[in-house]
């Protein structure tokens, strides 16, 4: 094989993993949504994640906070009630 055609092959073969994995989240994904926040309720959410920080530091505890999608994910199925079976097993870290 010729090092043009070499090449061209390990391309192929980087873009093809690159592919399969693309791939294998889209499959596992299919049911996802995606949700876009407005500025009003990202600034909600980050005046959420500083009460709960400052409630933590006040604590005693590690003044960590869980992220901003974390938040919007869990009060999102808090008011449709679904049940989410990951965050009953792993409470997020610094959630109150």
Same mark, same amino acid.
């Given at each position: 094989?010729?090092?043009?055609?070499?090449?061209?092959?390990?391309?192929?073969?980087?873009?093809?993993? %690159?592919? /399969?994995?693309?791939?294998?989240?889209?499959? =596992?994904?299919?049911?996802?949504?995606?949700?876009? &926040?407005? *500025?009003? @309720?990202?600034?909600?959410?980050?005046?959420?994640?500083?009460?709960?920080?400052?409630?933590? %530091?006040? /604590?005693?505890?590690?003044?960590?906070?869980? =992220?901003?999608?974390?938040?919007?994910?869990?009060? &999102?199925? *808090?008011? @449709?009630?679904?049940?989410?079976?990951?965050?009953?097993?792993?409470?997020a870290p610094g959630s109150v």
């Amino acid at each position: 094989m010729s090092n043009n055609a070499e090449e061209v092959n390990a391309e192929f073969m980087a873009k093809s993993k %690159e592919w /399969a994995k693309t791939d294998k989240v889209e499959r =596992s994904k299919r049911n996802a949504v995606s949700v876009y &926040l407005d *500025d009003e @309720l990202a600034l909600a959410l980050n005046r959420l994640r500083e009460t709960v920080r400052q409630h933590n %530091e006040a /604590a005693g505890l590690p003044p960590m906070a869980p =992220s901003l999608s974390w938040l919007a994910r869990s009060l &999102l199925r *808090d008011k @449709l009630g679904l049940v989410d079976s990951k965050a009953a097993k792993h409470d997020a870290p610094g959630s109150v």
